[in-house]
Nanobody, 125 residues
């Protein structure tokens, strides 16, 4: 069992940066693939970024590529999402997720077994 707690969201202006953190419990965190998703009001949950165990492979949605960076610190049981050059369309609740099964479809929410409660990111124009 893994518990995930996101933090770092907030209200920022377009062009600003934020770093989200996702703290995980459980001794096997370092062996899980991790992902970030987001969900805006009235929209489906969408993939943002993923990082495979042990952290050498990363994947990004086209909409955030070049602006967002996912990373992990297995010693701290934490995964991060550095978000730069934020845009109003990045406004959403951001969720981190854990996949213990090394699924190849890292972009699908159904691949992940564990989810955090989400953190709100609001970008004003």
């Amino acid at each position: 069992q893994v518990q995930l707690v996101e933090s770092g969201g907030g209200l920022v202006q377009a062009g600003d940066s934020l770093r989200l953190s996702c703290a995980a419990s459980g001794r096997t965190f370092s062996s899980y693939n991790m992902g970030w998703f987001r969900q805006a009001p009235g929209k489906e949950r969408e993939f943002v970024a993923a990082i495979w165990w042990p952290g050498s492979s990363t994947y990004y949605a086209d909409s955030v590529k070049g602006r967002f960076t996912i990373s992990r610190d297995n010693a701290k049981n934490t995964v991060y999402l550095q978000m730069n050059s934020l845009k109003p369309e990045d406004t959403a609740v951001y969720y981190c997720a854990a996949d213990p099964n090394y699924g190849r479809t890292w972009y699908l929410p159904g691949t992940y077994d564990y989810w955090g409660q989400g953190t709100q990111v609001t970008v004003s124009s």
